[in-house]
């Protein structure tokens, strides 16, 4: 039984699955920012939202550094969990974002900055992490979509990595996502056929698997310039996984508030995004209706999924022990 007259600290248990807030913030911030553009009005709300998200990533990583430093043994429980393990790479996928909203605020040197802390701290948490999937044993009903964060992040280097850096280094980097992203969507879809149906709690990670093609349809265009058939693919195979949890919407609706809520934000915005760029590379009015919608149900998705996180925050429901 716990000892309720003396609980445990709540920083002891301060979540590194808080950091996907973070990722689909600052992907809303973005298709903020594009709107703007595409609309051509002046919206001084993305400029000082990304402040705000920047100031609350700053808040993550210092809280859960704190609590690496003062709880060790639990931070490492974290990094050593077959799930938990998996959001860790978020970090890095967190400066990726913020080089990306940075440069289309135009304040290019904190981008670049942001660019070169993000990409080369990916690659190594990726590498550490893909140490542990080739040598450490592994059920497969412990797979689950989140699985994918670590491969996601290669594919965002390039969306402005060409003008930071070398283009071969975007090619590098997409060649990892892509593959890797490929590889784990055979073993997913061997996992969610033939086993077990995933938790409840892990239901809305699934909405992780809109992100890949979008964000590499956004990385390919930037780094080829041209919207091609392979990119095509790309978009379509996003939208097609879009529609394809939209048929599901009564399973998420079933799901009580976790933080996993996070997973529906940041591939919704990646959709937004793909859209936004498809309009701008065919001058076609469907996409960019598309996108204006797609930035209307980004928005009221993120605001409520952060209603919910706050008002859970108030209960003192968040950092508490996990299963």
Same mark, same amino acid.
């Given at each position: 039984?716990?000892?309720? &007259?003396?609980?445990?600290?709540?920083?002891?248990?301060?979540?590194?699955? $808080?950091?996907?807030?973070?990722?689909?913030?600052?992907?809303?911030?973005?298709?903020?920012?594009?709107?703007?553009?595409?609309?051509?009005?002046?919206?001084?709300?993305?400029?000082?939202?990304?402040?705000?998200?920047?100031?609350?990533?700053?808040?993550?990583?210092?809280?859960?550094?704190?609590?690496?430093?003062?709880?060790?043994?639990?931070?490492?429980?974290?990094?050593?969990?077959?799930?938990?393990?998996?959001?860790?790479?978020?970090?890095?996928?967190?400066?990726?974002?913020?080089?990306?909203?940075y440069t289309e605020l135009g304040w290019f040197s904190v981008a670049r900055t942001l660019w070169w802390i993000g990409a080369p701290l990916h690659l190594v948490l990726l590498l550490t992490i893909l140490y542990g999937w080739f040598h450490?044993?592994?059920?497969?009903?412990?797979?689950?979509?989140?699985?994918?964060? !670590? #491969?996601?992040?290669?594919?965002l280097v390039p969306v402005v990595g060409g003008q930071y850096a070398h283009p071969e280094i975007s090619w590098f980097f997409?060649?990892?996502?892509?593959?890797?992203?490929?590889?784990?969507?055979?073993?997913?879809?061997?996992?969610?056929?033939?086993?077990?149906? $995933?938790?409840?709690?892990?239901?809305?990670?699934?909405?992780?698997?809109?992100?890949? !093609?979008?964000?590499?349809?956004?990385?390919?265009?930037?780094?080829?310039? &041209?919207?091609?058939?392979?990119?095509?693919? $790309? $978009?379509?195979?996003?939208?097609?996984?879009?529609?394809?949890?939209?048929?599901? #919407? &009564?399973?998420?609706?079933?799901?009580?508030?976790?933080?996993?809520?996070?997973?529906?934000?940041? !591939?919704?915005?990646?959709?937004?995004?793909?859209?936004?760029?498809?309009?701008?590379?065919?001058?076609?009015?469907?996409?960019?209706?598309?996108?204006?919608?797609?930035?209307?149900? %980004?928005?009221?998705?993120?605001?409520?999924?952060?209603?919910?996180?706050?008002? %859970?925050?108030?209960?003192?429901?968040?950092?508490?022990?996990?299963?």
């Amino acid at each position: 039984m716990p000892d309720t &007259d003396h609980p445990e600290p709540r920083l002891k248990h301060f979540p590194i699955a $808080l950091i996907p807030s973070v990722m689909g913030l600052t992907g809303l911030v973005i298709v903020f920012f594009k709107a703007q553009h595409t609309l051509h009005l002046e919206w001084p709300l993305a400029k000082w939202l990304l402040f705000a998200v920047t100031a609350w990533f700053l808040f993550i990583l210092a809280v859960y550094g704190l609590k690496t430093a003062k709880y060790t043994a639990q931070a490492v429980k974290d990094f050593q969990h077959p799930i938990r393990i998996n959001f860790f790479p978020g970090i890095s996928i967190c400066f990726l974002l913020g080089a990306i909203a940075y440069t289309e605020l135009g304040w290019f040197s904190v981008a670049r900055t942001l660019w070169w802390i993000g990409a080369p701290l990916h690659l190594v948490l990726l590498l550490t992490i893909l140490y542990g999937w080739f040598h450490k044993p592994h059920k497969l009903l412990s797979f689950n979509p989140a699985w994918f964060i !670590p #491969v996601v992040g290669p594919l965002l280097v390039p969306v402005v990595g060409g003008q930071y850096a070398h283009p071969e280094i975007s090619w590098f980097f997409f060649a990892i996502g892509l593959i890797y992203w490929l590889s784990l969507m055979a073993v997913l879809l061997n996992r969610i056929f033939f086993h077990d149906p $995933l938790p409840r709690k892990l239901l809305p990670t699934l909405f992780i698997l809109i992100a890949p !093609p979008a964000v590499g349809f956004i990385a390919y265009v930037k780094m080829t310039g &041209d919207v091609d058939t392979f990119a095509r693919i $790309l $978009l379509y195979f996003g939208i097609f996984t879009t529609l394809m949890m939209l048929t599901m #919407v &009564d399973q998420f609706r079933k799901v009580p508030y976790f933080v996993s809520w996070w997973g529906y934000t940041f !591939p919704l915005a990646s959709l937004t995004l793909s859209l936004f760029l498809m309009y701008q590379k065919s001058n076609l009015a469907m996409f960019k209706a598309g996108a204006l919608v797609m930035t209307a149900v %980004t928005t009221v998705v993120v605001v409520w999924v952060l209603i919910r996180t706050i008002h %859970t925050a108030t209960l003192g429901k968040i950092c508490v022990p996990e299963d």
